[in-house]
């Protein structure tokens, strides 16, 4: 069974960056694309960004694409966004997922491996 920890969440100011992280113990985190998706009050879950299993290819979102960045580190089990440049918008729960899998219509979890998830407000 896999487990996802994140962490890094919190308060911070229009224009402002955060680094989230997310640590998975329980599986073969090596052969996984990981990925975050963020879950804003009375929307649905949407996806933010993915890394392929050896960090060569990365995907975005249009929303956060030029201002967040993915990255992993296979030796600790980590993957990481760095979120640059943030706005009001950007308000949510963000959660790490792992083996996602790509489709025509988008990135998906179908193994439901999530994080318990991490706020992350942007607010002045």
């Known amino acids: 069974q896999v487990q996802l920890v994140e962490s890094g969440g919190g308060l911070v100011q229009p224009g402002g960056s955060l680094r989230l992280s997310c640590v998975a113990s329980?599986?073969?985190?090596?052969?996984?694309?990981m990925g975050w998706f963020r879950q804003a009050p009375g929307k649905e879950r949407e996806f933010v960004a993915v890394?392929?299993?050896?960090?060569?290819?990365?995907y975005y979102s249009n929303s956060v694409k030029g201002r967040f960045t993915i990255s992993r580190d296979n030796d600790k089990n980590t993957v990481t966004l760095q979120m640059n440049s943030l706005t009001p918008e950007d308000t949510a729960v963000y959660y790490c997922a792992a083996d996602l899998i790509r489709r025509p219509d988008g990135w998906f979890n179908d193994n439901n491996y999530w994080g318990q998830g991490t706020q992350v407000t942007v607010s002045s």
């Open positions: 890394i392929s299993w050896s960090g060569s290819n990365t």
């Open positions: 329980g599986g073969f985190f090596y052969n996984y694309a």
